[in-house]
């Protein structure tokens, strides 16, 4: 079933020259599954992955897409995906156990990549650059960082070695974990990965330091959900998940000019929760989470709601413009 919403004349006016007619279009719905995983390569080729061991893929534009399950995983919760091209893609499944499965010819067949059977093994998010990416995963023993990384676009992977004590990248603090909402809460920075952590404490971990977020925090189900981060900005989206209409206290922006990172506060925040944010261009974001959908034009300083839809996850085409939206049970297009 194709739906079209069309947007409001005042969004179509902020919006300017990265659009003209702004629609939000259902491409994909009616699917028993909650997909939190989307990678967009092209304006054609999306992979998306949910719930229910449930993989789709695209290579038309999201004009139809081929649902399939790995065997053998058919009950796994594949909370992230990276896709390289039509052939190849990464999915990260959570937990019992947690692993990194691999296609290279279009989900026909897949392989084990990496697989974690301890106690506690939760995966949250991927992220990559080229052929390396990080994988980030809940605090095990004690609090302790746990993080993976692969240099050969995810055949193989390592866990990142044991932080010493003294930096404050070594252990979380009680009760801060990280959310498996989008798979966007870790970007790849040159060498390095930066992420934000939520919980009873939120936190943007950049450099070597640990810098306190001015987000809603302090119950689990509150914190940073989502990072987005264009040269020397970035914007952090969350809130609190079992309550998501709040429109406030739910977003910071952050400026790392000069290596320093200075937080301040959006005049217009977006209007309830956000698992997932990204930017189109230097001023132009697109945030989603289970309320609705916020656009901002001024590079996250003003929010406008432009639909009530609820997704989970929001990507734009690696390679083009296409930006596309997944949720429970359906798949959408922004089309500008």
Aim: glycine content about 12%.
């Amino acid at each position: 079933m194709l739906r079209t919403v069309f947007l409001s004349a005042s969004i179509l006016f902020a919006i300017g020259t990265y659009a003209q007619k702004p629609t939000l279009q259902i491409i994909e719905s009616g699917k028993k599954t909650s997909m939190r995983g989307l990678s967009v390569v092209t304006d054609k080729v999306i992979w998306v992955s949910g719930s229910g061991g449930n993989i789709a893929r695209s290579t038309d534009g999201g004009n139809t897409f081929t649902w399939m399950k790995v065997p053998g995983y058919e009950k796994m919760d594949f909370r992230d995906i990276e896709a390289f091209d039509k052939q190849t893609a990464v999915i990260m499944g959570i937990t019992n156990p947690a692993v990194i499965l691999k296609t290279k010819d279009g989900g026909q067949h897949w392989s084990k990549v990496f697989e974690d059977t301890a106690k506690g093994a939760f995966l949250d998010a991927m992220d990559f650059d080229g052929k390396s990416g990080f994988a980030i995963g809940d605090p095990i023993d004690q609090q302790k960082l746990y993080m993976l990384f692969t240099s050969d676009q995810g055949d193989t992977w390592t866990k990142v070695k044991d932080l010493p004590e003294t930096s404050q990248k070594a252990r979380l603090k009680e009760g801060e974990a990280f959310f498996a909402s989008s798979g966007t809460n870790i970007k790849k920075m040159g060498h390095e990965p930066v992420y934000v952590s939520g919980g009873t404490s939120s936190n943007f971990y950049f450099g070597p330091g640990r810098f306190n977020i001015p987000i809603m925090q302090g119950k689990e189900t509150t914190g940073a959900n989502s990072l987005a981060v264009l040269g020397t900005k970035a914007m952090v989206v969350g809130g609190d998940f079992a309550k998501d209409t709040i429109g406030s206290n739910n977003s910071a922006l952050i400026d790392l000019a000069e290596g320093r990172v200075t937080f301040s506060i959006p005049q217009t925040p977006p209007h309830g929760y956000r698992s997932c944010v990204i930017y189109l261009n230097k001023k132009t974001l697109v945030a989603c989470g289970t309320s609705g959908i916020d656009i901002s034009t001024d590079g996250g300083n003003n929010w406008e709601l432009v639909a009530k839809d609820g997704f989970h996850v929001c990507q734009k085409a690696k390679k083009g413009k296409a930006v596309f939206l997944a949720g429970n049970g359906k798949i959408a297009k922004l089309v500008f």
